[in-house]
């Protein structure tokens, strides 16, 4: 992995912002959920298969991925070619965007079908070299291995592949003032193969990225996530404001620390349910919730983690059961009444201990009852994804949704866990902070 800071006394180049923008092929738009043939416009479902997804999770939210920010084109190549309108036909509105850094998402994904490698490297310098001389921080992800054993007829021709190595060994070179490079290939590629296939489980068909690369290509992406942008600061400090009485300003939700003991279970659920909330379990699953203070995660304590606190108090939700069904179950509900005048986003501090079992995701959902088809999500499952699990070890972040904008007043507000059908479950999630509202 290739993040450090350029060599030569260079200072390392800061983002404007923490707003994140894709240019890519379908790798881009694969980001969000949408089903258009394009990947135009993109929903405000931020997918689980989306390595930048990921790395916002796991950095702690530091940086946003808005539908706006996304230039993904399903097929695209980084040139106009086959009908397509190519990758270098969106810069300019990548930089008119305003967001402070880009992601080159498997830029040349599709070239080696008609481009020489030549041409494809000379394509993504003119990228690369526009961007950054416009001030934007330039991030590259390099194309994916392709094929694997479960998808041997997707391995490249040898004479595409040696096409492939130039072209990636070209841009692994490319680190620089505002530029930086993750080796893609050294994290996905499987070392016994002697073709430059995937590793087994990494693809979702041969070509794309399961949410296992998604998330190691993400983790690989936290230390310069931690070194480009500041720790999110966006929520408030306490329930200062109450728990049920008011909302806190900028919230249209309430209790976000899910103090008191007045909420209420559905079927399923047991313990402490803090006021405000109910759960709503289903699909064969049931849940026993606790109220926990703890110092640290996963071996690590708070206080050594960038000055964090000494402790921190969370909502613990001990998840259990056989699943009947492939379908979201709900942890966390708060129904409420509010119009959206200015564009909004839903937020939640999590930590899942390690050793869970028969999870898929646990995803954050905000959505409208009273107008059709308007939510939108962090780690949304898409279908190729639902019977994959959650990546292993234990995970801590902070899930922010896509900004949206709502035109009805019934909202809904869930914390989610979605079972693998058929598969015994067993997780251990904890929840700190919750809510939806403006300036998250």
């Known amino acids: 992995m290739r993040v450090s800071p350029p060599s030569g006394g260079a200072m390392f180049a800061l983002p404007a912002n923490n707003r994140v923008a894709i240019l890519g092929p379908s790798h881009a738009a694969n980001h969000f959920n949408t089903s258009s043939a394009s990947g135009f416009p993109s929903s405000p479902n931020g997918s689980a298969m989306g390595p930048v ?54 830029p040349t994904a ?69 530029v930086y490079v993750i080796d893609t290939a050294a994290i996905m590629r499987d070392p016994a193969a002697v073709n430059g296939q995937a590793a087994a489980g990494l693809l979702n068909d041969g070509l794309h990225l399961q949410q296992q690369a998604a998330y190691l290509i993400g983790r690989a992406m936290l230390p310069l996530w931690r070194r480009l942008f500041t720790p999110f600061f966006g929520f408030p400090s306490s329930n200062h404001d109450g728990t049920t009485a008011r909302t806190i300003a900028g919230l249209d939700t309430l209790n976000p620390y899910l103090n008191g003991t007045g909420g209420s279970h559905g079927a399923g659920g047991s313990g402490t349910m803090p006021t405000g909330w109910t759960s709503q379990l289903s699909a064969g699953l049931s849940a026993a919730f606790a109220k926990k203070t703890t110092t640290g995660f996963n071996g ?50 999590i930590e899942i201990d390690p050793g869970y079992a028969g999870v898929n995701v646990v995803n954050l959902y905000a959505w409208q009852g009273d107008v059709a088809a308007s939510q939108a999500r962090a780690f949304a499952s898409p279908g190729p994804n639902q019977s994959t699990p959650l990546p292993a070890g234990g995970l801590r972040g902070v899930l922010r949704t896509p900004l949206f904008t709502f035109t009805g007043t019934q909202n809904r507000l869930n914390l989610n866990v979605l079972p693998i059908n058929g598969a015994v479950v067993n997780a251990t999630i904890r929840v700190r902070a919750i809510g939806c509202g403006t300036g998250l």
């Open 53 to 106: 997804n990921w790395a916002n999770f796991l950095s702690g939210g530091r940086a946003v991925l808005e539908t706006a920010d996304s230039f993904g084109w399903n097929g695209d190549r980084s040139s106009a070619d086959a009908g397509y309108p190519g990758e270098l036909s969106r810069v300019d509105a990548v930089i008119a965007s305003g967001a402070g850094t880009v992601v080159l998402v498997a």
């Open 110 to 178: 599709n070239d080696r079908n008609t481009m020489t490698a030549q041409q494809s490297i000379d394509n993504s310098r003119i990228m690369i070299e526009r961007l950054a001389a416009a001030g934007l921080v330039v991030v590259v992800l390099p194309d994916y291995p392709h094929g694997s054993a479960a998808f041997p007829g997707l391995i490249l021709p040898a004479a595409q592949q040696t096409n492939w190595e130039a072209v990636n060994a070209w841009t692994l070179q490319q680190q620089g003032r505002n």
């Open 300 to 349: 690590q304590a708070y206080r050594d983690d960038e000055s964090g606190p000494l402790t921190k108090d969370w909502l613990e939700i001990v998840v259990s059961g056989t699943a009947t069904q492939a379908a979201e179950v709900i942890l966390l509900r708060q129904n409420y009444v509010a119009a959206m005048a200015a564009p909004h986003r839903a937020m939640a501090e």
